[in-house]
């Protein structure tokens, strides 16, 4: 009869290192008894010391139903395996990384223990069936790897061997339950599981660019943090983990079949003795041996950096690991988030950056480098090929409810991605030249797009091209009596629309923005530029002036001197002139102008929605009224606010510590 988890009231912990005093600590803080082993009583001693602490934190911050001295009551220690192992019901080996240790733990303890007891390793990259062999009960062992700090993050990988029964697993899933984890089943014993295959591809591919000179660290780990919200940067995560540690573990997973080639600084800075924060100094420094201390880094490290190259082949794991059955997309995408706190899980990451551009990132390496390592997944290929690339197409490894519209008889396409909205100039053969039926399409569209509940919208040009312009056609056939009512006036519906609907609006801003384009993206509450964008208003060159609003938006923005110079002469300025000059708020590879926009706009979409339409009221009209007048404004707006149901909302959620507020608009 299988083994159920209620059953289990004794549990072996083999190892009290890092993980094994913390693996202990779990299971006596939900009242199993355990039994703690390692080679030498000193070890034992300062797991004790370790697990008290620990407990005493939890005490103080109201987490515990016990005192720790009761839990600690619940944890005996021994250096002696075969007594241990005695009479338990469930083990958790938890010794070094080195599988001849590994076997023989478990060739003891399968010496000794009950016929029904369960073997596990905490191991992170040895495959299971090798372990397995060295006992006589291998459909009764199995991988349960926790992760550092075991007391405190949610994940367990639950791994199968090759002869690991259906009911071993089970059981083991049902366990950690009870533990209060959030387990995630291993299909398939290879080498990394899942969270370590996706980790260390992104840590070497992130290490890649600063060994060719691609990037410094500070970029890298900067963009990592501040673009992607990573919590930390891949130097910085590689120094917390131990240098030594993950040469070690890519080493294991290169020699049992992971195509990759490990990048040499690594090996480098492990001969020098520099293993990150346990040795005081790796990439960073540190304020002494053991003791972490956050790199500070500055944002702006970030500008111009192509983080795609550090999350492709992250991306691509994830994808091969559902292709070969490993695991499914859900439990990928959980099991990144909840292993390596990422934001998102990696494979919706995929479909948020654009599976396309994922693939062309990596088949770019491939012929960059020659290197075997970047063989891009079937199932990622095929996605592309099938038009599944992600967020915008719909579907990618997760399916998006997008609602999709035309308007201007096709000109303007809108779709609707939940709460962002998207608005797409759609005339690539014209370099997608305004006409006024455009412009009331622009219009009507972001109205659409509000009333159906988009909080944030991004206007953009597809081709490549935001807008080159008014069409010069358009103007030659109209009468400039006519030239009010028809173009005049259009532009004043689509400006004034963007300007005062109550959600942000986003200009993205690709190629050219000239003339009445860049006049249409002046009204956007913020924009961004891909770094090919060029920018200006070149209606002198025909004989004119701007006649949407960019004589007098513009000096809004940069101020009578650059406005002129923009008007009078007609010329262009690249993208990293007009941040200089205010016209953008940020600059960015082309490659991620869309996914910019996007992570912009989901940002600004969790802000409370009468709130966000009170800014943009009362900021818009600090343009035109005096400090009185505007201050006076400001002050009304701001009681009003107070006493919503958003901001009753928010402030609780502030006092109560809660990572995200709900806003309804209310």
Request: aromatic share 6%.
């Amino acid at each position: 009869m299988p083994l159920r988890p209620e059953d289990i009231r004794t549990v072996l912990v083999v190892g009290a290192g890092v993980m094994g005093h913390g693996i202990a600590q779990v299971f006596a803080m939900n009242g199993y008894r355990v039994r703690l082993v390692d080679i030498k009583d000193e070890f034992l001693k300062r797991a004790l010391e370790r697990i008290r602490s620990s407990l005493e934190k939890f005490a103080s911050k109201g987490m515990l139903r016990e005192r720790p001295e009761d839990i600690l009551a619940r944890i005996e220690t021994t250096t002696d395996l075969r007594k241990a192992a005695e009479g338990i019901d469930y083990m958790v080996e938890a010794v070094p990384e080195k599988l001849e240790i590994k076997r023989q733990v478990f060739k003891t303890v399968d010496e000794v223990a009950p016929e029904h007891a369960i073997l596990t390793t905490n191991t992170s990259s040895i495959p299971i069936s090798e372990i397995a062999e060295a006992t006589s009960r291998p459909e009764k062992v199995a991988g349960m790897h926790f992760f550092n700090p075991p007391q405190i993050l949610k994940l367990v990988e639950v791994v199968r061997g090759a002869k690991t029964s259906d009911d071993t697993v089970e059981t083991i899933v049902a366990l950690a339950r009870r533990l209060g984890k959030e387990p995630v089943v291993v299909r398939k014993d290879v080498p990394g599981f899942i969270v370590n295959r996706v980790m260390v591809r992104i840590l070497n591919e992130s290490c890649r660019l600063v060994e060719r000179g691609v990037y410094t660290i500070e970029q890298v780990d900067a963009a990592l943090r501040f673009k992607l919200g990573f919590p930390m940067g891949a130097f910085e995560l590689a120094d917390y983990i131990g240098l030594d540690v993950l040469v070690d573990l890519s080493k294991n997973m290169i020699s049992r079949g992971f195509n990759m080639t490990l990048c040499k600084l690594f090996e480098e800075m492990v001969e020098k003795g520099k293993l990150g924060v346990k040795s005081g100094e790796g990439f960073y420094r540190y304020p002494g041996p053991g003791k972490f201390l956050k790199p500070s880094l500055p944002p702006r490290a970030a500008k111009r950096v192509d983080y795609i190259r550090m999350v492709d082949m992250g991306v691509n794991e994830g994808a091969w690991l559902v292709e070969n059955d490993v695991a499914g997309v859900e439990d990928v995408d959980k099991a990144t988030v909840l292993g390596l706190n990422l934001p998102m899980g990696v494979l919706e990451l995929g479909d948020l950056i654009g599976l396309d551009k994922i693939l062309a990132s990596i088949e770019a390496k491939a012929s960059e480098t020659n290197l075997p390592d970047y063989r891009p997944s079937s199932l990622l290929k095929e996605k592309v090929e099938r038009g599944e690339t992600g967020v915008s197409a719909g579907r990618g490894f997760h399916e998006y409810r997008v609602e999709r519209m035309e308007f201007a008889g096709g000109a303007v396409k809108a779709r609707l991605e939940g709460e962002i909205g998207w608005i797409m100039l759609s005339r690539p053969e014209a370099r997608n030249a305004l006409t006024p039926e455009m412009l009331r399409g622009v219009a009507e569209a972001a109205a659409t797009l509000h009333s159906k509940g988009a909080r944030a919208i991004i206007l953009m040009g597809e081709g490549g091209v935001f807008s080159a312009g008014f069409d010069v056609k358009r103007i030659a056939s109209t009468k400039p009596q006519k030239a009010w009512l028809e173009i005049g006036d259009a532009f004043a519906k689509a400006t004034r629309t963007l300007e005062e609907l109550p959600a942000a609006v986003i200009a993205a801003i690709d190629g050219y923005a000239l003339g009445g384009g860049l006049e249409l993206a002046l009204a956007a509450d913020i924009r961004i530029a891909s770094d090919a964008a060029s920018l200006g208003q070149p209606e002198i060159n025909l004989g004119f002036i701007p006649g949407g609003g960019g004589t007098q938006r513009l000096v809004k923005h940069i101020g009578v001197g650059r406005a002129l110079w923009l008007v009078l002469t007609g010329e262009m300025v690249d993208a990293e002139t007009a941040e200089q000059w205010g016209l953008v708020a940020d600059v960015v590879p082309r490659s991620l102008l869309e996914f910019e926009a996007r992570l912009l706009a989901r940002k600004l979409a969790e802000k409370p929605p009468l709130a966000v339409a009170a800014a943009k009221r009362v900021v818009r009209a600090a343009a035109e009224a005096s400090l009185a007048a505007g201050l006076a404004a400001e002050a009304g707006m701001f009681s009003a606010l107070l006493a919503s149901e958003d901001a009753k909302e928010g402030v609780k959620a502030f006092l109560e510590k809660r990572r995200a507020a709900r806003f309804r608009g209310e």
